[in-house]
């Protein structure tokens, strides 16, 4: 069994950026894939970024390439989201999972965090 926490959401204005921290506890991340989904209000979550348990490949969903950027410290247990330019579509609760599998596709990710909120204010 992995828990994971997320950390770093708030409040920011336009063109800030923030941190996100998932802490996992229970296991260790190390052997999986790791990933970022967010569900902005009145929509269905969606994947942000993912990466593969030795950081090789990342990938970020192409609206926000450039701008955000999934990282991970397996010796801390820990996986990141950096969050640049921020813009009042970003907000979100954004959610860390740990998969078996490495790709976009929710269903493929069976542990979850509760979500952080992140709100972008104009």
Do not use: H
């Amino acid at each position: 069994q992995v828990y994971l926490g997320e950390t770093g959401g708030g409040l920011v204005q336009a063109g800030g950026s923030l941190r996100l921290s998932c802490a996992a506890s229970g296991g260790s991340i190390s052997t999986r894939p790791m990933a970022w989904f967010r569900q902005r209000p009145g929509k269905e979550r969606e994947f942000v970024a993912a990466i593969t348990l030795n950081s090789v490949i990342t990938n970020v969903t192409n609206s926000l390439k450039g701008r955000f950027t999934i990282s991970r410290d397996n010796a801390k247990n820990m996986v990141y989201l950096e969050m640049n330019n921020l813009n009042p579509g970003d907000t979100a609760v954004y959610y860390c999972a740990a998969g078996p599998l490495y790709g976009p596709i929710a269903t493929t990710y069976d542990y979850w965090g509760q979500g952080t909120q992140v709100t972008v204010s104009s």
